[in-house]
């Protein structure tokens, strides 16, 4: 059976604009040469009502309805790399690409209920809009692809050629990922894997941090050091998707001036107690009181579909 076309009204990717890096650096006359400044960075990800990312750690589970889907392909259209760690690696086993088709379809002479939904909020529901289309049938990509990045320090996903995303970067449909890791000599036949389709292993020789909830076999790379090895592949911006340890950690106040752009899908469902919650460290503050780890400013809400698509930045903390 054909699968449903995703459809993204262009008026919501209009008013995702001002949340979203400058064009990838794949557009011509781009630098791309490496650079002491830190790529642009958009957390991004799908939550129910009561936070959760999935109903499980190792579980798939799908949050987003076609349209929010289509949008975050259009973010994916719109970053020079995608990030997920390794949980979400092993759980997902994700194609990490942009689906969205490279040729928008005639414009629609009726607006559908995503679009008149979205234009009244804007006062503009008379404006006859292009679509962008993902078409999971026949695969049709766009021309650019991000890089995807799976931060993976002991090495834990057991990728073969047959797991999707190397799959895609196979057929021409996506990139084949970087693996940020400790371990400094991957086993060569991965190694071999990757190269044969253009990824590699990133290895971080720099002293690792211990988290707040994070024991002394688990270090962790200092967020920094991570997106200055991204900005050294000449990758100038970064979609970080999750999973929950990952999204927790940039969020916390540690981190969370690190991030750009914060574009997160509201599914109106709840998943319940056990799921994989977002769900930051607390700040505790020099006297012990607790304050909020973090908020949102410069607001944009877009329905799409059933969901509710939410953009902002990080409020400073002063
Ligand atoms: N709804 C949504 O939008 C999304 C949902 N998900 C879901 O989230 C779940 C996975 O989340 P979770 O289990 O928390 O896993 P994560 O994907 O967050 O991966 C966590 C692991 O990544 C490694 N890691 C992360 N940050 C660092 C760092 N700074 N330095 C070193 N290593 C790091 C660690 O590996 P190690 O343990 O080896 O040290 C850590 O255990 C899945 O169920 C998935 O489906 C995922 C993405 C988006
Ligand atoms: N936006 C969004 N909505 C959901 O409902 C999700 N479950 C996710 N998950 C993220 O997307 C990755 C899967 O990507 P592919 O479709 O396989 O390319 C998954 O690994 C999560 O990062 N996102």
């Known amino acids: 059976m054909a699968e449903q076309s995703l459809v993204l009204p262009s008026i919501a990717a ?3 604009e001002p949340h979203l890096p400058p064009s990838p650096s794949t557009s011509p006359g781009k630098d791309i ?20 990312l ?25 970053h020079d790399a995608i990030c997920v760690g390794v949980g979400t690696a092993i759980a997902d086993d994700p194609g990490l690409n942009c ?41 049709t990509v766009t021309t650019h692809q991000p890089r995807p990045i799976v931060i993976d320090p002991k090495l834990r996903w057991d990728f073969t050629s047959e797991s999707k995303v190397m799959k895609l970067a196979r057929a ?20 071999e894997l990757l190269q044969d389709l253009g990824g590699k292993f990133i290895i971080l020789n720099e002293p ?17 050091t991570i997106l200055a090895a ?29 991030i750009d752009s914060v574009i997160i ?22 006297n012990g009181s607790s304050s909020a780890v973090a908020r949102l400013t410069n607001i944009t809400y877009m329905p799409l579909g059933e969901d509710l698509v939410l953009c902002g930045n990080i409020a400073s903390q002063d």
């Open 230 to 258: 991204v900005r050294n592949e000449g990758l100038q911006s970064i979609m970080i998707e999750g999973g929950g340890e990952v999204i927790n950690s940039l969020l916390s106040q540690e981190n969370s001036h690190l």
């Open 265 to 286: 899908t509201i599914a109106p469902t709840w998943l319940g107690q056990g799921s994989v919650f977002v769900s930051p460290p607390r700040n505790v503050n020099a």
């Open 54 to 78: 999935s109903l499980g750690p190792g579980m798939r589970t799908t949050l987003s309805g076609l349209r929010s889907k289509a949008m975050t392909h259009y973010l994916r259209s719109r």
């Open 172 to 191: 021409g449909k996506g990139l084949a990922p970087y693996i940020i890791t400790a371990v400094p000599n991957p086993p060569e036949d991965k190694k």
């Open 33 to 52: 040469s490496p650079s002491s400044e830190p790529p642009f960075v958009t957390l991004t990800f799908a939550t129910s009502l009561d936070s959760a």
């Open 99 to 139: 689906r969205l088709a490279a040729e928008a379809p005639p414009l629609e002479t009726s607006p559908t209920s995503d679009t008149a939904g979205v234009g009244a909020l804007l006062g503009l529901a008379s404006i006859s809009t292009k679509q962008s289309v993902i078409d999971e049938t026949n695969g």
């Open 208 to 224: 690792q941090s211990f988290g707040p909830n994070v024991g002394s076999d688990n270090r962790r790379f200092d967020w920094r």
């Open 14 to 16: 209009m008013r995702l």
